[in-house]
């Protein structure tokens, strides 16, 4: 039987009760009970639930206290081992092996991926491993649940500034783009985005994203009230990103993300960390030229950075930030008489 520990990151997967939660990360909060059921919690915070082992599958890069599925003494025969980088890549993108086999390899790809050796990823490229499960990402008549822990893989990658280029030339950003796209599972649309901070780290990266269907894939989930925290959060730091770029000005602005953006940091029940990246934002774009300050200075922009800025239910980074883009683009008088 599978085996799995208290702090094990899971991904939850062929849920038939609650089958809106397929596709979240959860993490293991107990010992397996004596039902053969794992106890296990999506949120911090929120009450538990306790499933079968055969609907969890750990999320890439997670301890490996055994496996996410039951695999038969064939299968463990046939089974690569974890040195053999090739052999598990073939195994995991194979369709005619099982499940088991190709989550497994999955995972063994993401431990490989993870050791920051530089030498180690030239092996692996050399291998072609970021280019199949880019090839694997893209595939949509392939299991979600695949795509998603590849898209982990991918961003263990991604985190590393020598791959960037590599990973870029073999597609990564129109892949990333559909995981943005449509109705894909929650931890992927996460992970790509996890994946797009990274890739925007470096000027390439940035100049690639922004040249792209991901600007306004991000627009498009800022927007979304359904959006979940995480995805809105992190969608506002890539935004943020591709501002520090000029190349990418026109085209988030001409999006509408600044408005997307105000939108949201008034939204009702916001998390703080979207008001904080959401002035972020604001803050970097007020920094870039005279005519984009401008965008900042007008409207629902000014009204959200004001509201910020004298809330006393806004923590000090966010409260800071947008004092500091209302002093960017000259609204300080107005903040006075707010305070008034």
Not at 4 to 15: A, C, M, S, T, W
Not at 25 to 48: H, K, Q, W, Y
């Amino acid at each position: 039987m599978a085996s799995f520990v208290v702090g094990d990151q899971v991904i939850l997967d062929g849920l038939k009760a609650k089958p809106e939660l397929n596709g979240l990360g959860a993490t293991v909060v107990g010992p397996i009970g004596s039902d053969g059921r794992v106890p296990v919690r999506v949120r911090a915070g929120e009450p538990g639930m306790t499933v079968k082992p055969e609907n969890l599958c750990r999320a890439a890069g997670a301890s490996a206290s055994g496996s996410a599925l039951q695999l038969s003494e064939e299968e463990h025969a046939r089974q690569p081992q974890p040195h053999e980088i090739e052999p598990n890549l073939a195994y995991a993108m194979d369709r005619a092996n099982s499940r088991a086999v190709r989550l497994d390899c999955l995972k063994v790809l993401a431990a490989h991926a993870e050791k920051p050796d530089q030498a180690h990823h030239e092996q692996l490229a050399v291998a072609a491993v970021p280019a199949r499960l880019i090839e694997l990402l893209g595939d949509e008549a392939e299991e979600k649940v695949f795509r998603s822990l590849a898209c982990g893989v991918l961003q263990n990658f991604a985190g590393h500034a020598w791959n960037v280029s590599r990973l870029l030339s073999s597609g990564i950003v129109p892949a990333l783009a559909r995981q943005l796209e449509g109705n894909h599972l929650p931890v992927a649309r996460e992970t790509a985005l996890s994946t797009l901070v990274h890739l925007c780290e470096e000027r390439d990266g940035s100049a690639a994203v922004g040249d792209s269907r991901v600007p306004a894939a991000l627009v498009a989930i800022v927007s979304d009230r359904a959006s979940t925290e995480k995805a809105l959060e992190v969608s506002l730091i890539v935004l943020g990103k591709l501002m520090y770029h000029k190349d990418n000005w026109e085209r988030v602005l001409g999006l509408g993300a600044l408005q997307a953006a105000a939108a949201a940091m008034r939204r009702e029940g916001v998390s703080q960390a979207t008001r904080q990246f959401g002035a972020g934002l604001m803050y970097v774009t007020c920094r870039t030229s005279v005519s984009n300050r401008e965008q900042v200075a007008q409207g629902e922009c000014a009204q959200a950075l004001l509201e910020m800025a004298k809330a006393g239910s806004v923590n000090g980074k966010a409260r800071e930030l947008a004092v500091k883009a209302l002093a960017a683009c000259g609204l300080t008088d107005e903040l006075a008489q707010k305070g008034e």
